[in-house]
């Protein structure tokens, strides 16, 4: 765990811009389990990438005049273990990663940025991966 006081400010990047904390299983299932609408969940990290092209690709992307996901929600890996957990769970077959972005429609996951698709890309790059998402799905 990491001490509060560091990730503050890393969670607030997201709840500013309108995500909703995910901070136990309990809420990640309530969330997820819904059958209607789009859901897009963040996996947020102290990382580099997530700071450098996860966050702020993300906001990025929803500055977007197009579709948007009807609900924004975040986990963060480190610090809210039982959530993030939970989360990985509709997150299969993909393999643990953080940060990781995944949409979901309808209750199903039909979009998924891994880490991998994020070190080393810009913030305008993972936009650009998120609004083309959201144009199809959303």
């Known amino acids: 765990m990491y001490p509060e006081q560091i990730v503050t400010p890393m969670r607030a990047e997201l ?3 309108g995500f909703e904390e995910l901070k136990t299983a309990a ?4 969330t997820l389990t819904s059958k ?6 963040v996996v947020n990290s102290v990382c580099g990438c997530a700071a450098g092209a996860a966050r702020p690709g993300v906001k ?9 996901p009807s609900k924004l929600t975040t986990v963060f890996a480190g610090n809210d273990a039982e959530a ?10 993909y393999p643990p990663s953080s ?5 979901f429609k309808d209750g ?9 698709h994020i070190e080393g890309r810009s913030p305008q790059m993972i936009a650009e991966n998120l609004k083309m998402a959201f144009e199809q799905y959303c």
């Open 15 to 17: 709840t500013t811009a």
């Open 60 to 68: 990025l992307a929803l500055e977007n005049e197009g579709n948007k």
């Open 84 to 93: 993030t957990a939970q989360a990985r769970k509709y997150f299969a077959p």
């Open 108 to 116: 199903k996951l039909v979009h998924f940025i891994e880490r991998h």
């Open 99 to 103: 940060p990781a972005m995944a949409l």
């Open 36 to 41: 209607e609408g789009t859901i897009l969940v």
């Open 27 to 30: 809420q990640v299932d309530a």
